[in-house]
């Protein structure tokens, strides 16, 4: 009688392969508060990246999760409470501007009005600004005062990521028609939109990966580098040829 061998079965076992970080934080420094246009601010040593929102739109949570600390940034029940731009330096790779929410009611008229300058002064005059990261609730279409800073950065040139928060406040069957919708108002292929979840960590990975491609970016305030020789200058702009001197 020959003996069988037995049948061995063998099964291939999927091989997880973590996901690797995009921006692992080493180190987060607070540098300090610009309060005023043209007052303090870190010397202009690393790109800055800024972050925009209105009051309320969940920066502060995000920007906790995104640097993976709890009280990172002071997450406050009183929209407007920011008042200043506050500084951070991360990884000694950036410069992190958090800019005060903007669009709360229940501020005062002469606040918004000193509010303004500061932000537009800042996000015109910093001389190693690489981008902004614009804040949009998911749940709202824009406000007019969100309309009014994206404006003012189409105006100005600057390269921006939209992050729209708070995906984990829709159902999972609103999620999509609701970023299609928000991409279409604004103009925008919906891959330029980063979902993102302060509560659940959805989009972080994602945004953090959008932060090192800006970086990466060349200087959008310099001008573009000219493709003309010098024998491509228009006519009207050549010297006028030297009239021979007299014997």
């Known amino acids: 009688m020959s ?18 970080d995009p921006l692992v ?11 005023k246009q043209g007052g303090w601010r870190p010397d202009p040593d690393l790109p800055e990246i800024a972050f925009a929102g209105r009051s309320n739109v969940g920066k502060s949570s995000l920007l906790n999760r995104l640097m993976r600390r709890k009280s990172f940034a002071r997450v406050s029940n009183t929209p407007g409470r920011t008042r200043e731009i506050h ?18 009611a229940k501020i005062s008229k002469a ?3 000193e509010w303004r300058p500061l932000i537009e002064g800042y996000l015109k005059d910093s001389p ?22 994206l404006d003012f950065l189409a105006d100005l040139g600057v390269p921006t990521i939209f992050a729209v ?42 945004l953090a990966s959008a932060l090192i491609d800006l970086l ?14 010098p024998d491509d200058v228009p006519e009207e702009y050549s010297e006028p040829p030297t009239e021979p001197e007299a014997p």
Request: charged share 25%; net charge negative; glycine share 6%.
């Open 3 to 20: 003996e069988t061998s037995p049948t061995i079965t063998t099964v291939d076992t999927p091989v997880i392969v973590p996901r690797l």
């Open 25 to 35: 934080i080493k180190s987060l420094e607070y540098l300090g508060p610009m309060a």
């Open 87 to 104: 500084f951070f330096n991360v990884n000694k790779l950036f410069c992190l501007a958090d800019l005060p929410g903007y669009g709360y």
């Open 111 to 113: 606040r918004k009005a």
């Open 128 to 149: 190693v600004l690489r981008g902004v990261v614009q804040l949009l609730d998911v749940r709202h279409d824009p406000t007019e005062d969100d309309l009014t800073m």
């Open 165 to 206: 928060t708070k995906i984990d406040k829709l159902r999972k069957l609103e999620v999509q028609p609701r970023l299609e919708a928000l991409s279409k108002f604004l103009g925008l292929d919906i891959d330029q939109i980063v979902p993102f979840s302060a509560t659940t960590g959805l989009g972080r990975d994602e």
């Open 216 to 229: 990466a970016l060349p200087d959008w305030k310099l001008p573009e580098p000219s493709d003309e020789s």
